[in-house]
């Protein structure tokens, strides 16, 4: 991978959407980028592999949602529900390291590639499940989140039940939007904001970000 470019677009990226990074967190970011391409090679992680694409639509993507949820408190539990190749939890935790993280996914194989890369990176106290988010008992968050891993319906099945009163769940949607209010009043949330953002890349593709309160 080409760090220099990479490193030019994150830069670029990460100020527009307003989270701009120290030099130590880029440095991070660019080595987990990495690392991700390195085993993209032998495991299925992402189609996403060049730098300046990997930059904005895995990296600054994922960090809109500190944009969106500015009261996030220091030390908050958080859990990344279907992070596959550990979007957006390891640039959450990059870029906010006093976060309590668990990773969330159903395949071993991913899994242990993001443990292996956590230790390399030196990122400790991240948690790392190996399940179904259906199937995660007893674990309340401060905020749970999932990057367009299913249709919103089954994200709130999968994630309001984690959430701990309070708490928020924010889904991290592209353009589209479905309005499931049945599904939402079953786990008592409350819807409260929609953030959209606009990723500077070539499509200005649009993030959608849809928080809700339990």
């Known amino acids: 991978m080409d760090t220099q470019l990479f490193l030019?677009?994150?830069?670029?990226?990460?100020?527009?959407?307003?989270?701009?990074?120290?030099?130590?967190?880029?440095?991070?970011?660019?080595?987990?980028?990495?690392?991700v391409v390195e085993t993209n090679q032998t495991l299925n992680l992402t189609r996403i592999t060049e730098p300046e694409a990997m930059a904005v639509k895995h990296f600054a993507d994922s960090l809109t949602l500190l944009k969106a949820v500015p009261e996030l408190k220091y030390g908050a539990r958080v859990c990344d529900v279907g992070t596959g190749a550990g979007f957006p939890g390891v640039p959450l935790k990059i870029v906010r390291p006093d976060l309590q993280l668990t990773l969330v996914d159903s395949l071993?194989?991913?899994?242990?590639?993001?443990g292996d890369a956590l230790e390399t990176?030196?990122?400790?106290?991240?948690?790392l499940v190996h399940t179904r988010a259906e199937e995660l008992k007893n674990a309340k968050f401060?905020?749970?989140?999932?990057?367009?891993?299913a249709a919103l319906p089954k994200l709130i099945t999968w994630c309001a039940p984690l959430i701990k009163p309070g708490g928020l769940f924010v889904a991290m949607k592209g353009v589209e939007l479905e309005d499931d209010e049945g599904t939402v009043a079953k786990y008592g949330l409350t819807f409260i904001r929609q953030v959209e953002i606009t990723l500077p890349d070539t499509e200005s593709s649009r993030r959608n970000l849809l928080i809700w309160v339990k």
């Not at 071993?108 to 993001?114: A, T, V, Y």
């Not at 990176?121 to 948690?127: Q, R, S």
């Open 8 to 35: 030019a677009a994150l830069k670029q990226a990460t100020e527009a959407i307003g989270v701009p990074l120290t030099e130590s967190q880029a440095a991070q970011c660019a080595h987990f980028a990495a690392l």
């Open 108 to 114: 071993r194989k991913r899994l242990n590639f993001l």
């Open 121 to 127: 990176l030196e990122i400790p106290n991240v948690t």
């Open 142 to 149: 401060d905020l749970v989140t999932a990057r367009a891993v």
